[in-house]
């Protein structure tokens, strides 16, 4: 019982280190010739806060006396936008992320980056192998 579990422990380490980081991204996507490579025209971030709602809580106290206090929540959001260029059209993208839970994507401007396009979800590989989903805005010709 022990040898089958060795085999296991020897064949999951020799498969980490086989897969990078974007090979474990690959594995996501339906194919190879789903990816593209475009040059990233622009790529942009703006903060915004929006006010996530309060909440009241009162309570009596021992001399039937009501008070309550009410606290107030805001929430921080990033919203991404890239413009890309695969030499026939420009695409451009966009998406919001609450701050509390994002990991930023990393950029570089004017580099060639992968990137596929199923329906309105414009996938892009970042710098560092991620994939960052974002909603097609618009796409146009370029000319």
């Given at each position: 019982m022990k040898l089958p579990l060795r085999i296991a422990l020897l064949f999951a380490f020799a498969l980490s280190l086989s897969v990078s980081p974007f090979a474990a991204h690959a594995w996501n996507k339906t194919s190879d010739a789903d990816?593209?490579?475009?040059?990233?025209?622009?790529?942009?971030?703006?903060?915004?806060?929006?006010?996530?709602?309060?909440?009241?809580?009162?309570?009596?106290?021992?001399?039937?006396?009501?008070?309550?206090?009410?606290?107030?929540?805001?929430?921080?959001?990033n919203t991404y936008h890239v413009v890309l260029d695969d030499g026939k059209m420009l695409y451009f993208a966009e998406r919001t992320l609450s701050f509390r839970w994002q990991r930023d994507p990393h950029f570089t401007e004017n580099a060639m980056v992968r990137f596929s396009l199923k329906k309105d979800t414009l996938t892009v590989v970042d710098d560092s192998g991620r994939e960052f989903k974002m909603k097609l805005v618009k796409r146009r010709i370029k000319e």
């Amino acid at each position: 019982m022990k040898l089958p579990l060795r085999i296991a422990l020897l064949f999951a380490f020799a498969l980490s280190l086989s897969v990078s980081p974007f090979a474990a991204h690959a594995w996501n996507k339906t194919s190879d010739a789903d990816w593209q490579s475009a040059k990233l025209l622009s790529f942009g971030m703006e903060h915004w806060i929006s006010n996530g709602g309060s909440q009241t809580n009162g309570h009596v106290d021992g001399n039937g006396n009501y008070s309550s206090t009410t606290t107030e929540s805001t929430w921080g959001h990033n919203t991404y936008h890239v413009v890309l260029d695969d030499g026939k059209m420009l695409y451009f993208a966009e998406r919001t992320l609450s701050f509390r839970w994002q990991r930023d994507p990393h950029f570089t401007e004017n580099a060639m980056v992968r990137f596929s396009l199923k329906k309105d979800t414009l996938t892009v590989v970042d710098d560092s192998g991620r994939e960052f989903k974002m909603k097609l805005v618009k796409r146009r010709i370029k000319e």
